[in-house]
């Protein structure tokens, strides 16, 4: 089934003279739902990194072979946070070579890219797309494309990739992930990309470090964090534990690499796909 959403009425909100991150995330990938300003950021950054399609590149791929990762354990819910225009081996494409019955509720908080989303998952069942901001946990789980198109009693998937570093309070990072970790069935998953400058790549940490800045006069300013501060914030929590997948925390390039494919350069950009497990009241998990 397709779960229907009222389209967003933009207004006045959107500033179209601003690049928007998941419209040049589209340009990197070779899509086509951009705009002018979008593709005029990106040049500018591949003038200075031109490297900045390949990282783009390496994360989709990351994604494509976590998804697999869920599907091979049984997941067949997904929850896509921050997940931009589904173009490029989008989340529903790869889960339904699997299970066509899969299910994948896309969240998205930017209305063009929403409004985008919408035209290109119509009549596509098992799919919906909502506007709203992934740091509302209530606001997205009880969206109608939420709540009435996954059961929170199965196992989900929870992704979020290449957008945590959008979210700039740590604090409230850390807290809505204990919310989207435990808010569903034994044997979820989270997935999760990040920038960073904490790398062993000096090329690498000075790509990141020059994206964060670039990205200071977007829509949307995204802050690096090193591999210590995504540790505590998304593995070691207090509410949940996480059984990280081998092998472990590593750039997304390193992450199950295709077979015969030896790693690209390291993106700067670190990897987590595990599985929630939640603590009992004495500490010890279960």
Avoid at 46 to 64: C, I, K, M, Q, Y
Wanted: one cysteine or more.
């Amino acid at each position: 089934m397709t779960v229907p959403e009222p389209a967003p009425d933009p207004g006045d909100e959107i500033d179209l003279t601003l690049p928007n991150p998941a419209r040049v995330y589209d340009f990197m990938l070779g899509g086509a739902h951009n705009f002018a300003t979008d593709r005029e950021f990106a040049e500018k950054l591949l003038a200075v990194l031109p490297d900045t399609r390949e990282v783009a590149l390496a994360n989709r791929a990351f994604l494509g072979r976590a998804v697999r990762a869920c599907l091979d354990r049984g997941v067949r819910q997904f929850l896509d946070l921050g997940s931009g225009i589904p173009t490029a081996a989008p989340v529903h494409e790869i889960a339904h070579r699997a299970d066509p019955a899969a299910r994948v509720a896309y969240v998205d908080v930017e209305a063009v890219s929403v409004a985008m989303s919408r035209r290109i998952l119509a009549g596509v069942d098992g799919t919906s797309i909502t506007a709203a901001d992934l740091t509302d946990v209530d606001a997205v789980l009880t969206a109608p494309g939420v709540a009435d198109l996954l059961d929170p009693a199965e196992p989900v998937a929870v992704l979020a990739v290449s957008v945590l570093h959008f979210v700039r309070d740590d604090e409230l990072l850390g807290t809505l992930f204990d919310r989207y970790a435990t808010a569903f069935g034994p044997g979820s998953m989270l997935v999760v990309s990040h920038g960073s400058t904490d790398v062993d790549d000096p090329a690498a940490a000075e790509r990141m470090r020059t994206i964060e800045r670039f990205t200071q006069d977007s829509a949307q300013p995204a802050r690096a964090r090193d591999r210590a501060q995504l540790r505590h914030l998304l593995v070691d929590r207090t509410g949940h534990r996480l059984e990280l997948l081998e092998p472990g925390l590593v750039d997304v390039s390193a992450w199950r690499p295709e077979d015969g494919r030896p790693p690209v350069g390291p993106a700067g950009m670190y990897a987590v796909v595990g599985e929630v497990v939640p603590r009992r009241g004495d500490g010890q998990s279960r």
